[in-house]
């Protein structure tokens, strides 16, 4: 069981590249979160998706794009990198059951740098 | 819009005193999660509170939600040095399960 793993955990590029980050959870969670932080701030929400094929914006989603082709997996794409998005990207998955006791899982977070 | 507010953003504490730190937030939430982070690190789960008058306590930490106010407070006892750390609330909201952070609160003890 290994939780919430993210891909590439760094990864540096220059302006105008394009990657994905992959977010995978082997907990069979219905609800997927990215999140960016930059230094010394808190999360923002980028994109989220509450179940398999469904995904929605967040407070900051312009420059991204998301996919949930499979429950197990979140990607998050850059078109075009910005030196604005040099950041730290975390993803997070918890489960919808209402029974469980709710507790959020998060990656060891993606530290992308865009130059 | 669902907004979520910590104060204070910086508490310096000396060891021993107790401290609180305080969220507040704007809609009916589902949930309400505590976490800490330290430097370059991710984030370490410390509670998740579920209903109304919930109080969960670990160590020298307690947290407890006031749905009604929309408040939660986590409260610092006779604080240490390890302690020293970000601190995040963090609230999912009833309808449409958006996860939305605090800012979060920079702890740090002083001997």
């Known amino acids: 069981n290994a939780g919430v793993t993210q891909t590439p955990k760094f990864r540096v590029l220059k302006t105008g590249q394009s990657m994905t980050l992959l977010c995978a959870q082997d907990m069979n969670h219905e609800y997927m979160y990215w999140y960016r932080q930059d230094p010394g701030m808190g999360l923002r929400l980028i994109h989220y998706s509450v179940g398999e094929g469904t995904t929605a914006k967040g407070e900051v989603p312009d420059g991204y794009n998301v996919s949930r082709l499979k429950k197990q997996n979140f990607l998050l794409g850059l078109e075009s990198a910005a030196p604005s998005q040099t950041s730290v990207y975390f993803c997070a998955s918890l489960t919808g059951r209402a029974a469980n006791t709710g507790e959020l899982f998060f990656g060891e977070g993606s530290r992308l740098t865009v130059l | 819009e669902l907004k979520v507010e910590q104060n204070p953003l910086f508490l310096s504490m000396q060891e021993g005193k107790n401290y609180t730190i305080y969220c507040n937030y704007s809609?009916?939430?589902?949930?309400l999660y505590w976490y800490r982070q330290d430097p370059g690190k991710s984030l370490e789960s410390l509670f998740v509170?579920?209903?109304?008058?919930a109080v969960k306590q670990e160590g020298r930490l307690m947290a407890s939600l006031d749905t009604k106010a929309r408040l939660s407070t986590l409260h610092i006892t006779a604080a240490v040095h390890d302690l020293s750390a970000t601190y995040f609330c963090a609230v999912l909201k009833a309808a449409g399960n958006k996860l939305t952070f605090g800012g979060g609160t920079r702890v740090l003890v002083k001997p």
């Open positions: 509170l579920l209903s109304n008058g």
């Open positions: 809609t009916t939430s589902d949930r």
